[in-house]
């Protein structure tokens, strides 16, 4: 006899999502700087490969606390546009708090669904944008077909993600730890998560079946630069709300020696009194 896993449930997956990031809302903004450091670099490559410049009207899916929504708004200056979206009333009320303390008057925020951009009502954007969104959508065919449905004819959809496990342990290692001591299934194929598009091929195939053209992908190097091991561990226990949610069926106790025994892992990574956790993120751009 054969156990079956659990099959996938898309409305209690979107429900936990919503919970996890209204619950990660504030750390996610406080930790605003170290996000800047340690994506800034890939996002301004993504804005390359949009070929952004002044002027452009950008929507910007999943926006989160808006760090990269102010670094797009700077991009396209005064006389363009940026509309911030978000499943997240709470991360998004700080997206409109760092526009606010930026001076940006050129971007504006919408609670909305990344798979629900056919009900957006706005004029055609030069590009549409998700940094680190994507992944976590269940109908990524639904999403990126939103997001073509917003573009102007010659207009580009970008997505940033994370490449594979492997080329993550930053990440992976406390996954695989917290999967380890929760006895949880590993993921199956098409489950939204972390690295579910973390392949140029995969990433290729998903853009392609949502019918862009001219596709690109861009692997770039982003190490998760900070003091130490402590620090990235707090980094990710205060922020990855989808760590918790793996955690929930262990007693205090049992977290305390997963969150000790990823901290331990981590430290591989400290080398002369500075961590450096290896991160590469995949970058694909296509045109409408």
């Known amino acids: 006899m054969t156990n079956n896993p659990p099959k996938f449930d898309a409305v209690k997956y979107k429900q936990t999502t919503l919970q996890q990031w209204n619950s990660a809302a504030e750390a996610w903004h406080r930790w605003s700087p170290l996000l800047s450091r340690w994506l800034g670099p890939a996002t301004e490559t993504m804005l390359d490969m949009c070929h952004l410049n002044k002027g452009g009207r950008v929507l910007d899916v999943a926006a989160g ?30 997206a409109r708090e760092s526009a606010n303390l930026a001076g940006m ?27 680190v969104g994507l992944i976590y959508f269940p109908d990524q ?29 930053f990440f992976s290692i406390p996954v695989s730890i917290i999967r380890r001591r929760a006895n949880l299934p ?17 990433l290729e195939k998903v853009f392609s079946k949502a019918g862009f053209n001219n596709i690109q992908v861009e692997a770039i190097n982003a190490p998760v630069r900070v003091s130490s091991a402590a620090e990235c561990l707090q980094f990710e226990q205060e922020s990855f709300g989808a760590l918790h949610q793996m955690l929930s069926g262990l007693s205090d106790t049992e977290k305390d020696e997963a969150w000790n025994e990823i901290e331990e892992a981590l430290g591989q990574f400290e080398v002369n009194g500075q961590f450096e956790g290896p991160c590469e993120m995949l970058v694909a751009v296509g045109s409408k």
Do not use: W
Request: glycine share 10%; no cysteine; aromatic share 4%.
């Open 186 to 202: 590993a993921p199956v194929p098409g489950q939204p998560g972390p690295f579910s598009l973390g392949t140029r091929d995969n």
């Open 141 to 169: 065919q639904k999403a990126l077909k939103g997001m073509k449905h917003h573009l102007r004819s010659d207009g580009k959809v970008a997505a940033m993600v994370y490449s594979t496990a492997e080329m993550n342990p």
């Open 105 to 131: 008057k050129n971007i504006q925020t919408q609670i909305l669904d990344g798979e629900s951009l056919t009900e957006l009502d706005a004029a055609p954007f030069d590009a549409v944008v998700s940094r």
């Open 65 to 94: 606390a808006g760090e990269q929504t102010v670094a797009i708004a700077r991009r396209v200056g005064e006389s363009g546009h940026v509309l911030a979206t978000d499943i997240s009333p709470d991360i998004l009320g700080f």
